[in-house]
């Protein structure tokens, strides 16, 4: 037994498990205590408590794992430090002060654990590969010359923004900034946007029950790493429940940068772009 997947909740932790189940390789699965995810139960996982990382490091090294993969999402967690154990309390100064900065400072800390402790990180692309898709449009609608500019300054944003670790992606729309996400995620980005939108439709109609008054499909959502995140870790996850509330909020079309971002069932993501119409761009 050489590698455990640390999981928290969404989808790509269940392909991973299943790529490695289906490639044979042995491995084991733990959930992170208050993050469990229903579908991973048929791998007997084990939960991590964060207090009790010292102890869960020493038991990984007494089995012989190698090599770590941390997947899925989770917020930052509160931890009682009342009931930290033994082992872990060597390890306390360094969680302290990973919790005193922002999400990707505080990942690093917390990964030069158990670096230090001889594990190897590995990351959900090293595990499946297929998850980073080709440069180029995917989908049958063509983005215009304009989506393409608002991709450039969407992309133009998150680097400026990477110094202040606030999110991962951005609407832009005409030129004009719409939406940045901040720790509440993507898609809570995205609803707020689509109730800015509703309530646009309700200022222009005369008529509150006016159910011909409809907004128009405008702007893009630009997905991307941050300038100097821990790929291996973090990388930004879309699938098919972006494009479905993409196309809910009015979204017209959906863009990630090549190389750093991962797209959770391909097949599934591109029928739902042609089917409601949106653009589906990778750019280089």
Do not use: W
């Amino acid at each position: 037994m050489e590698l455990v997947l640390v999981s928290g909740v969404g989808g790509l932790p269940q392909v991973l498990a299943a790529n490695l189940e289906s490639a044979g390789s042995a491995f084991l699965v733990y959930e992170i205590e208050g993050f469990e995810n229903k579908g991973l139960e048929k791998y007997s996982p084990q939960t991590l408590i964060l207090e009790h990382l010292g102890s869960f490091i020493d038991q990984l090294k007494k089995i012989g794992i190698k090599q770590i993969c941390f997947a899925g999402s989770i917020t930052r967690p509160n931890l009682n430090f009342s009931l930290v154990d033994e082992l872990t309390l060597p390890l306390v100064p360094v969680i302290a002060e990973a919790l005193k900065h922002g999400d990707d400072q505080a990942l690093r800390l917390i990964l030069s654990i158990f670096e230090d402790s001889g594990f190897k990180i590995l990351g959900a692309h090293e595990i499946c590969p297929e998850l980073l898709i080709s440069a180029g449009v995917h989908s049958e609608i063509q983005p215009e010359p304009s989506d393409y500019k608002d991709a450039q300054k969407a992309e133009e944003l998150m680097i400026g923004l990477s110094p202040f670790d606030i999110g991962q992606s951005c609407i832009v729309s005409s030129g004009q900034v719409l939406g940045i996400e901040t720790s509440s995620g993507t898609d809570m980005m995205l609803e707020s946007i689509g109730f800015i939108k509703s309530l646009k439709v309700v200022e222009k109609s005369k008529f509150l029950c006016d159910e011909d008054q409809k907004f128009v499909k405008n702007g893009l959502l630009y997905k991307a790493a941050k300038i100097g995140q821990d790929l291996r870790v973090d990388m930004p996850v879309i699938g098919p429940e972006t494009f479905c509330l993409a196309n809910k909020v009015g979204i017209k079309g959906v863009v990630i940068k090549f190389g750093n971002a991962l797209v959770l069932n391909y097949e599934e993501c591109l029928r739902l772009s042609n089917s409601f119409g949106l653009f589906f761009l990778v750019e280089k």
